[in-house]
């Protein structure tokens, strides 16, 4: 939410930080900047160039015959836009939203076409800089456990965060997570 500050930075502090990684030319490579966002108990990474914006919940238009993970759209100046949870996408429970969670506008590019999106996350944490030797590879978990959806895992401030490849996220028809049966 525009003003909700988090470790001591707020959503619009968090944001000018993402418009000036994206200013900066980082790339979307292993290391560079990550915007870094909760989901439940853990924190997930994306690359900064993938996000357009940072907004508060609003009203959302549901659709019907979409998967439960897709809220529906919002008109976000002018632009329909679809709306992911990105907590039932992971197959997580579904929460009531608080005065924290938002929805991070990306830019995800499909086999067919660049299209934007909105993820709503829990809450947004911060900017960080990830280098490449703080970047693990996906471990292998076997069975029916897939993680293409992963960059990587990092290593930041003694904690993991979990990178995200959100063209494989929002790319996906599904939950994600596990191999089709």
């Known amino acids: 939410m525009i003003g909700a500050t988090n470790q001591g930075k707020s959503v619009m502090e968090t944001m000018l930080a993402v ?12 290391g560079g900047k990550f ?14 160039l993938k996000v357009r914006e940072i907004i508060k919940v609003m009203d959302i238009t549901q659709v019907p015959q979409v998967p439960e ?3 529906g759209v919002i008109n ?23 005065e ?3 929805i991070i506008v990306v830019d995800v590019d499909l086999p067919a076409m660049r299209v934007m999106m909105g993820v709503v996350v829990d809450a947004v ?9 703080e970047i693990e590879e996906t471990p292998e978990f076997g069975g029916r456990a897939t993680t293409a959806y992963l960059l990587g895992l990092a290593k930041v401030k003694d904690s993991v965060k979990i990178l995200l490849d959100l063209d494989r996220v929002l790319g ?3 939950q994600i997570g596990t191999h089709a049966s």
């Open 100 to 102: 924290r969670t938002c």
């Open 19 to 30: 418009e000036q990684g994206a200013a900066n030319g980082q790339s979307s490579g292993s």
């Open 125 to 133: 944490s911060e900017v960080l800089n990830v280098t490449d030797a």
């Open 172 to 174: 996906s028809d599904g």
């Open 35 to 48: 915007l870094t966002f909760t989901l439940g108990n853990e924190e997930y990474g994306v690359p900064v």
């Open 69 to 71: 993970y897709v809220l």
């Open 76 to 98: 976000l100046r002018g632009k329909v836009i679809p709306v992911i949870d990105l907590r039932r996408k992971f197959g997580f429970p579904a929460m009531e939203h608080t």
